[in-house]
């Protein structure tokens, strides 16, 4: 970089600054126009969707099984299918995911093995979500013998959502002011009693935010539960955790395969469908931590 | 009454001895067998993520070994034709791997400038009120599910630019690299951001008291200040991208081509995968296990490009 002291007499020195400043204009209408890109991309991907999807969207098309003619197709199974999924999901991965996070934040020495298992569990947050599936194909469906059922798909699911859970409740325990921690102990409280009695009430937000936001992955997967072989035509309901069982991403994955454009029309209706759904989700996880973040204070 | 006999400490006066403290304390609460069986129980959930991957990579490890019993590595690795499904097939991954390739270039020429650049905005020119409207835009633009951008790439984007390029077949390299380029571009764009504002704000000001302008702070002092995160922002979307399943699924086609022309139809080993796994294929037959060998190399691919971005933030992140 040249130190020289700007020349202030110079005769062009008014010019370069105004160019400089068209330039610095330049770039910023630029950048927005770049951030615009995506949320005009977004923009049209909903309207799209819902334009296309509304006129099959009925109560009827909630209320029926899938067909193979369209007038008659629905998503009963597939959306009670999810939300089985997403049950079992938060039921499996919940507890190992706060215990695991509680652990490594509270417990662990810092040890190698404490990077160790950072380092993996922030891998395997990169891991294709098509090899989960592969796992969860070889080892729960096959080896296991669980064959292809709602629990092998959600220990696959629970699997997969499990580094996005851990991460986010370590970030919540993080967040929980170190004196809370202190004065607990000072008081002569033991690690359990700390954890259980202080860190995780006041974390209790943070790590519920997680958990939705976990679940709300594991709804809008399509892959995993392709390889375990989540059918895409039931006509059942599951009774039990050891049924057959399809999920919206997959009804929604086979209508879009299909030439005919009928089946693109309720594909979209149950991409409408899917969207609400998560889009709730994601609205009751804003909601809670604005509730809890106001009735927190003092 | 007397004071001596009220204090606490009273009960220690070796004259007047108790049979029984009333709290034991010599026991220690703090190593009792409870809260030890509550640390190993804790500690046990946390070496789950551990098993995890080791499972992932046994069972790839494992299954592939049964196609290389069949098929050699060298073979697999260097030949150019990928026909399974042939009365004659060939194991060739390398139209695989070209396909994966061909989409993933493609998205990094949508979302890596992109990205980039949304990053850039939203941390040092978004006003408040519109950094609040932007970033749950692009959180939501995340959180759409991939079979959604899959249905949108095959339904909305092919259509367009058919358009445009008439020889455009339905399923094509080009349509699916985009969308998956739209799909990666909020994880640029937040990575990126993190990555700008962990430079002291304090290099920033000191620009422009020199009477910097807002673009040359940006590009002379923010983004090498940040280039170590920024990079490893990429290396993350890509690495995402490669292992991106559904919309190449339905967008890409299932042609294993060795081939660089955007406008044909390839398949991704992910694709393959998938494809594999849809029909009816006897588990334990030669294209049965081909799809963990895929899977292998996969898993290589993608955890060499996380452990790169590690190692890239480490070894050349600025420290102030």
């Not at chain 1, 130190?3 to 020195?13: E, K, R, V």
């Not at chain 1, 569990?121 to 891991?127: E, F, K, P, R």
């Not at chain 2, 990126?192 to 304090?202: C, T």
């Not at chain 2, 292992?243 to 299932?254: C, D, F, N, R």
Request: charged residues 10%.
């Amino acid at each position: 970089m040249p130190t020289a002291a700007p020349d202030f007499d110079a005769p062009d020195f008014d010019e370069r600054v105004a160019a400089r400043k068209r330039r610095s204009l330049v770039l910023a209408a630029a950048l927005f126009l770049a951030t615009l890109f995506g949320i005009l991309v977004l923009v049209t991907l909903l309207v799209d969707v819902f334009l296309k999807g509304l006129p099959w969207l009925d109560l009827g098309f909630l209320d029926s099984y899938p067909s193979r003619i369209p007038e008659r197709a629905g998503i009963k199974s597939a959306l009670v299918g999810s939300l089985w999924v997403m049950g079992l999901t938060a039921l499996l991965a919940v507890p190992v995911g706060v215990a695991s996070a509680v652990f490594l934040e509270e417990y662990a020495p810092r040890s190698w093995l404490f990077r160790a298992i950072q380092v993996n569990i922030a891998n395997l947050a990169g891991v294709p979500s098509v090899l989960y599936g592969i796992l969860g194909l070889a080892l729960f469906v096959r080896f296991f013998g669980l064959g292809r059922s709602l629990l092998a798909g959600s220990i696959t699911m629970a699997l997969l959502v499990l580094p996005v859970l851990i991460i986010a409740t370590q970030e919540a325990l993080r967040a929980v002011p170190s004196g809370l921690r202190e004065s607990a102990y000072a008081l002569g409280a033991t690690r359990w009693q700390v954890v259980w009695g202080h860190l995780l009430p006041v974390a209790a937000p943070g790590i519920l935010t997680g958990v939705i936001l976990a679940l709300s992955r594991a709804i809008g997967e399509t892959a995993p539960l392709i390889m375990i072989g989540a059918f895409s035509f039931v006509a059942f309901l599951p009774a039990s955790v050891m049924d057959s069982f399809t999920v919206l991403p997959i009804q929604i994955f086979n209508w879009t395969a299909r030439p005919q454009v009928a089946f693109q029309g309720l594909a979209a209706a149950a991409i409408v469908v899917l969207m609400v759904l998560l889009f709730t989700m994601n609205l009751s996880a804003i909601l809670l931590r604005n509730h809890f973040e106001r009735h927190r204070g003092g | 009454m007397d004071l001596a006999q009220q204090h606490p400490l009273a009960e220690m006066d070796p004259e007047h001895p108790r049979d029984t403290p009333a709290v034991d304390l010599t026991a220690n609460v703090f190593r009792s067998p409870k809260e030890r069986a509550i640390a190993a129980a804790l500690g046990a959930c946390a070496m789950l993520s551990v098993v995890t991957t080791l499972g992932i990579a046994g069972v790839l490890v494992y299954e592939s070994l049964a196609f290389f019993a069949e098929v050699s590595p060298l073979q697999f690795l260097t030949e150019t034709e990928w026909t399974p499904q042939f009365v004659d097939p060939q194991y060739g991954v390398l139209p695989l791997v070209s396909g994966t390739l061909l989409i993933t270039v493609i998205a990094a020429a949508v979302a890596l400038p992109l990205g980039l650049m949304s990053a850039i905005y939203i941390a040092e020119y978004a006003p408040a009120r519109v950094r609040k409207v932007l970033k749950p835009g692009l959180e939501l633009l995340a959180g759409v599910p991939t079979v959604v951008y899959g249905y949108f790439a095959l339904t909305f984007v092919t259509p367009l630019l058919q358009q445009l390029i008439p020889a455009l077949s339905i399923y094509n390299a080009l349509s699916a690299g985009l969308v998956v380029g739209v799909m990666i571009l909020p994880m640029v764009a937040s990575l990126s951001e993190d990555a700008l504002r962990a430079v002291p704000r304090a290099l920033a000001d000191g620009a422009y008291a020199l009477g910097a302008t807002k673009v040359e702070v940006v590009l002379r002092v923010l983004v090498p200040g940040a280039l170590s995160g920024i990079v490893a922002s990429f290396i993350l979307a890509l690495s995402r991208a490669i292992g991106e399943t559904m919309i190449v699924t339905l967008a890409a086609g299932a042609t294993p081509r060795l081939t660089l022309d955007p406008t044909a139809s390839v398949q991704t080993m992910t694709a393959f995968i998938v494809q594999v796994s849809l029909g009816d294929t006897p588990a334990g037959s030669t294209v049965f296990h081909s799809l963990f060998a895929v899977g292998l190399l996969l898993f290589l691919l993608t955890l060499g490009m996380n452990l790169l971005a590690n190692a890239v933030i480490r070894r050349f992140q600025e420290r102030y």
